[in-house]
């Protein structure tokens, strides 16, 4: 039986993930004359997932375009192989064509926890003046929770990269409590071409993890608790990095599109400094020092997202902790939520940002952070005959494309608008609706 070719999935406007149904042989796998695209594409490199996956890196698809992808060629690792016929052309679907409004447009996350303190303890504190200052143009919760405001530390750092603790209740760390199960973020990503980083501060060069350290605690470091992650030292070491390689790497280009940021011991809030009287305050001065660069960066101005959160409160069974966000996508300005979210949310709101599937454990059921971001509202009038389409809640700084149809097939473009400023609405006329018995409207937005 020849390999079928099970979805074409697209990360981005240059990446696109064929999985196919069975293992497949390499050398037909990743040669481009197996691959024909339509509208036509430049193939800039082919790599092997897995087994049975592939990912196409090509020139940039138009975004007002949908694409085709037909496969050719490819045989399994049977012997004699079987060669797959060419498949009718197949729909590009992308990455998170579920899922709606600003948080589909986010291409980059920075997520930057800290430890131990109730949302009380940060809010309008005089030790937190950073944090504070940050609220007037964020996106936050007012009621985001650790899942059942669990304690202690480790099975927080599990849950927010697998949805479970797997059953792990205690502080043993990663040398001690091991995980065999791959479904957790960092395989689901790997597996879907995306890539990922782990910054550990004071994580000694070439260490994987899973050992202590002088201010660097491994059960503060959720990949090292996977075998699967581990278990590959080359791997492991590339993608579980010193927070020291992380200025070098943001400038250069090298984060990875999903990267999680754990400070060391005392500057995330967790310890006392020697000579120090607050360690919220040394948290905040870290954060002063440390965020600015990050949203200076063009993986933050080109639709980034940073979310800052604790693990946990301090001991409390009720008490909420941070859910901060910036990004050019949120709706900013302040906007705040009292809705309940846990840290099943946080699981279930990267993986719609990236659109990695299956959900894992308790993000299955749980509400993602949409609400915090910008969502286009679309509302219409007739005016002298003509309709005029009113838009709000744009995100900002991106162009928007407005297209109309009278039969959901054939679409014009009537209007390209951007956004300078949060409050802004746009009112395009459209000149094609005059004496139309019906009028369809959609936005295309830009990544």
Known sequence: IPPSTLSVLANDLNNVVVTFSEPIDAATATNPANYTFSPALTILGLQMLNSGSVLLTTSPRDPLLTYTLTVNGVKDTALPGNFMAATAPITIHKRNGDIGGGISGVQTVFFIIFENQDWGAIKNSANAPYFNSLLPFSSYCEMYHAHNNQHPSEPNYIWLEAGSNFGF?????????????????????????????GYMESLPVGSTGTADAPQYVGRHNPFAFFNDVTSDYNYATNHIRPYSFFADDLANGRVGRYNWITPNLTNDMHDLAQGSSSAIKQGDTWLSQELPRIMASPAYSNNGAIFITFDESLASTTNSIAMILLSPLAKGNGYSTTNFYDHSS???????????????????????????????????????????????????????????????????????????????????????????AQRFYRIIETP
């Open 169 to 197: 209740t205690d502080d043993a760390g990663p040398s001690q409590d091991r995980i065999n199960s791959t479904n957790h973020m960092a395989t689901l990503m790997r597996n879907a071409g995306i890539d990922w980083r």
């Open 346 to 436: 946080m699981v279930r709101t990267m993986q719609d940002i990236f659109g990695i599937r299956p959900y894992l454990g308790e993000a299955a059921t749980a509400q993602n952070l949409n609400e915090l971001f910008r969502s286009i509202k679309l509302s219409s009038a007739m005016v002298n005959g003509l309709c005029n389409v009113t838009l709000s809640d744009l995100p900002l700084g991106k162009p928007n494309y407005l297209q109309a149809s009278s039969n959901m097939v054939n679409w014009t473009t009537i209007g390209i608008f951007t956004a300078s400023s949060p409050n802004e609405t746009v009112t395009l006329t459209d000149p094609g609706s005059a004496n139309r």
